[in-house]
């Protein structure tokens, strides 16, 4: 399984990015996915989390500011954030869940990316 995250960068306040991941190696549409994030000193957090049918859930810390989507054809998750804070500065992962309709527990997921890193600056 891979899982290649890319679309972090520099930012200022108020800017938006947009993070893909790419998935090889599982079958992609059976899978809810995620997007965690990291920053120092933190623990990781999960911030969005796809369904299989599409459904969506976000961390009340990013709710109206982060949507996640998917791509079962090109099998990708991205996460498009809008209204960046300097808070939201950190190691952004995708990451491959266990079941169709994950929870937040990081048991919930097996595999994660490598990480992308996003910096807002204030």
């Known amino acids: 399984v891979q899982l290649q995250a890319c679309g972090g960068g520099l930012v200022q306040a108020g800017g938006s990015l947009r993070l893909s991941c790419a998935a090889s190696?599982?079958?992609?549409?059976?899978?809810?996915m995620g997007w965690y994030r990291q920053s120092p000193g933190a623990q990781r957090e999960l911030v969005a989390r796809?369904?299989?049918?599409?459904?969506?859930n976000y961390a009340n810390s990013v709710k109206g500011q982060f949507t996640i989507s998917r791509d079962n054809g090109k099998n990708t998750v991205t996460l498009q954030m809008n209204s960046l804070k300097p808070e939201d500065t950190a190691d952004y992962y995708c990451?491959?869940?266990?079941?169709?309709?994950?929870?937040?527990?990081?048991?919930?997921?097996?595999?994660w990316g490598q990480g992308t890193h996003v910096t807002v600056s204030s």
């Open positions: 190696g599982i079958i992609f549409s059976m899978h809810g």
């Open positions: 796809v369904f299989t049918d599409g459904g969506t």
């Open positions: 990451a491959e869940a266990r079941f169709a309709v994950p929870g937040s527990g990081p048991y919930d997921y097996s595999y």
